[in-house]
């Protein structure tokens, strides 16, 4: 009797222990009976539920992938690829509203310790963003505007979210543009212009180089032929004597002339 006793014990503990749902830290419960919606949350812990369903909602940030998006920029020129990080996160408190409005919304990914709720509408909603965002960039330009369409996108996509689901039900916290890639025959366009301007400033700056180095030229030659000018003058002007006297005294070596007959002395040697 008393075994038969403690099997219905054991029993009955792991009947009620199998009722029983934890929800982990960092993640919310949203209760149903009968595929009713309770409009509470529940907050972490341990509860009974053994005449209820309680689904574990992940309340972390959560990133959604896009992925293959071929978006055209406003000259109607088709991306090869544009993959983008986009990290979301619901407000705790909105689960039950969310889980009401898209019921069939709620999936769980492998790793992840809590069901992903409205985030498959998130997803649609990011991808037009995205298309959007892109129709703003020339494509000659849109491989170098990653940051801005990150922004963009996240700007448009928590108003998009805001204005159709509800003001804070889902937070877009970042953007991240993972891959970018033009069209093919353009990349290689873009590559060739940027080419192009480096030949060209390379032929620019020899342009500018040879100038200087004309002009530096032309200024030793224009104070040579001021210097000749100057001393044509000297001689020519009166007191040119005066000027031979000087630079017959500037090449002096030092000795002194020498007395020649008649007493006359000879001029110093202007070799």
């Known amino acids: 009797m008393k075994r038969i006793f403690s099997t219905l014990l054991l029993a009955a503990a ?47 940030e959560l990133i959604v992938q896009l992925n293959d ?12 690829d544009l993959d983008l990080d986009v990290y979301v996160q619901i407000d705790p408190s909105k689960a039950a509203a969310i889980m009401t409005r898209w019921p069939g919304d709620a999936v769980e990914i492998k790793g992840e310790d809590g069901a992903r709720i ?20 020339k494509s000659d330009v849109v491989h170098t505007k990653r940051a801005e369409i990150a922004a963009h ?9 805001d204005h159709e689901a509800g003001k804070g039900w889902f937070f877009v916290r970042s953007v991240n543009v993972r891959n970018l890639v033009t069209d093919p025959a353009l990349e290689a366009a873009i590559k060739e212009a940027a080419q192009r301007d480096y030949q060209i400033n390379a032929k620019n700056k020899e342009v500018i180089l040879a100038k200087a180095e004309a002009e530096r030229k032309r200024e030793e030659a224009r104070g040579e032929a ?33 007395t020649q007959a008649g007493g006359a002395v000879p001029f110093i040697n202007l070799k």
């Open 14 to 60: 792991g009947l009620m222990l199998g009722a029983c749902t934890q929800i982990d830290t960092g993640n919310v419960g949203v209760e149903s009976t009968l595929g009713q919606v309770k409009p509470d949350t529940m907050q972490p812990g341990v509860y009974f539920t053994l005449f209820k369903r309680v689904t574990e909602v992940s309340a972390k």
């Open 69 to 80: 998006m071929k978006p055209q920029t406003t000259d109607k020129i088709t991306l090869a």
């Open 118 to 137: 409205g985030f498959n509408y998130v997803t649609r909603q990011a991808r037009e963003a995205v298309y959007d965002v892109v129709t703003q960039f």
């Open 153 to 161: 996108v996240l700007k448009s996509l928590q108003a998009n979210l």
């Open 226 to 258: 001021d210097a000749i000018t100057l001393r044509a003058a000297a001689l020519t002007r009166q007191g040119g004597e005066e000027y031979v006297r000087l630079q017959a005294i500037a090449k002096w070596d030092g000795k002194l002339p020498v």
